[in-house]
């Protein structure tokens, strides 16, 4: 009967050789066996040998895992499909490597960073095999959180805009072979901002959550319910047999989410704008069917609101403003009636300029200044983006060549860009031959994109490494607010992670929103990816920040967004420091 005791990795492992390669040997063996969990098995599995850190993290005792097999801290997490294949491709004596979930003695999970490598005796089979881990259970669990971010909205605990769109997708997909029919309900909550003016956001925040919970108790599970933004819920409902039956629905619903609400010692009755589109009457793709939900539920809107309205085929699509607002647009992106301001980026570390970014500014001659959240939808949706956007990108070149010729040093230049300028074909010979006209350095330029430009297109990871392939660096715009898992993160075409100002607004009072923050900068700077915070107002957020290992910040705190002309000033003032 073979006596359990736990030798050294040195005795375990076989070796023929010089004194000299001895002394090596024996050094690497020492070296791995402090820094890595480490365990040897024979040739069927039996484990031979393991060290301290392995008895630690399993809370095994070495006399109960030596003789036994790594079953012993089996998760049950992975298929036997997983081990199947992990143990014929150490059996071909090729090294495997792959993140397992195994469990301790207490119960609880782990995870580790897994590499097995056979050892081959002369006839080139494997006689013994050594497993070197390193615990990942924190990044793992960071991952679930940033993964729980990506799809779930935090505040109603409902799947957020880009989770309802997916969910959308499939659904549509299966009605289509199913044969059946659904029901896509936008719904928005008329005047919400009254209750934000009037009590405060934290009182819109408490009836977002009301809403949100009476949606959930109203609709059995089957239905899909999400928050697509700040005052907008939508629903996709299965088994909607007629314009009638949706009707009757509605009514139910409204007169449910009616009752009034008391919020701070006052009763506050919520109206509703409610748009529906019915699948396939009116749309047969999922894109589709939410874009005239929301023409419906503009048209609510537009009377007044308070009640739901059904798609009607030929709506009118645009109201008397639009078509002015568009035309308006059109005229003044051909009049370059356009100015750029620039809100400085600083370096938490050593508190100077690290850049800036370029935020595109509408003066109108006779409509006065227009705010982007309102001219941008529109530029996008007609596609004048395309236009605007090269543009801005050749204003903010001749601005840094401006900058540099003035004798300031040389920073990075960020440019947002549109998904809509993204998808155009003629995106990449277009800002390749501006940096030609210009002799603008490429690597002065950074193109910012949401995350959500990556979702559901397929090839434009192509053309945003096309760009970085020029020498432009690549920074994920808003992060957080809807679509990225750490997984996907690390194989975007990037080089910055912008964290979405929502998540740094409270960060000083929040300590869910801290925990979210130090998790995506920890993945972040796993991957090596740049991390600035947007948003930031107060000197306790930026050291928070700073204690979480944050490159680069950007919010009122430093500056707001200023003309080139005032932003010299800004710079002189941070080359004075």
Known sequence: MQEKTNKSIQDVIRFDGTLSDQKIFEDIAYALDQSAIVAITDRTGKILYVNELFTKISQYKAEELIGSTHSIVNSGYHSARFFKEMWATIGKGKTWRGEIRNKRKDGTFYWVDTTIVPFLNKKGKPYQYISIRNDITQRIESEVMVRNLAYNDQLTDLPNRISFRKQVHHAVDKAEKKREKLAYVRVNIDRLRYINDSLGFEAGDYVLSVIGRRLRAFYPAKQIIGRLSGDEFALLLHGCRNHEDVGQQMQEVLAYLEEPIEVMGQSYVPSFSIGIALYPEHATKASELAMKAEKAMSIKKEHGGGGYELYQQGTATKSLERILLENELRKSVKLGQFHIDYQPKINLRTNELAGVEALVRWNHPDLGRIPPDKFIPVAEETKIIVPLGEWILREG????NDWIQKGFAPFRVAINMSPVQVEDPGTVSMVQKILDETGTPAELIEI??????FAD????????????????????DDFGTGYSTFSYIKDLPADTLKIDMSFIRDIHENEESRAIVKAIIALADTVGLRVVAEGVEYEEQAEILRSFGCTEAQGYLFSRPIPPEVCEQFMKRAEDV
Not at 448 to 453: A, I, L, R
């Open 397 to 400: 070149c001749r601005q840094v």
């Open 448 to 453: 910012e994109v949401t995350e959500t430009t």
């Open 457 to 476: 297109r397929e090839g434009l990871r192509e053309k945003m490494q096309t760009l970085r392939d020029m020498g432009i660096t690549v920074a994920i």
